[in-house]
């Protein structure tokens, strides 16, 4: 990697981060399905930047989480990968990828959602020491404002942003709801 890259990787997360509000991209499907955006998630090891939402359908119960990731030009052309998945998916033991490196879960998410009021408790779960194959978990809620859907913090501090902070055997924190790196 050059020098240039790192500052403009951190140049791009930021501008896409400042650019983005609240429910903007809410998108909606001929059958009246649509995605609400929760949350960014921006990262420190490359300067792709997704955004976690929630697949909503008529009456505004929730069907599922999506995960749309940006991947700017560089060393391959741009491009957007879409991935949704079921709230029993999300609920199952092991919950739904949402990185994958060298064939490795690297961060997972599980927990329930209640689709009707699109409320939940979900876990994050971070490949902390990848020699070791050790994992770090923390918590955070779903909770539904007037505005639309969002993370929180277990003592209620609303989630707009999350930013993965790396180190050469794994994930350090996830900013600011994980971990203390």
Known sequence: MNRNAIPRSA????AATLL?????GAATDTDGVRVVSVARIANDHDPSVSTLGLVVGPKDRVEGVS????HPAGESPAHTVRRRFTL???????????????????????GRIDPA????????RYLSNGLFGSHEECGVRLVREPDGW???????????????????LGVSTIDPICGHG
């Open 11 to 14: 140049v791009f997360a930021l």
């Open 20 to 24: 983005w509000t609240p429910g903007a």
């Open 67 to 70: 995960i749309v990731t940006y």
């Open 88 to 110: 029993q998916k999300v609920g199952s033991p092991g919950g739904v990828v949402v990185t994958r490196k060298h064939g490795r879960e690297v961060i997972a998410l599980r």
């Open 117 to 124: 009021t699109g409320t939940g408790a979900l876990v994050i």
């Open 150 to 168: 969002r993370l929180a913090e277990p003592g209620g501090k609303v989630i707009r942003d999350l930013y993965v902070k790396t180190w050469f």
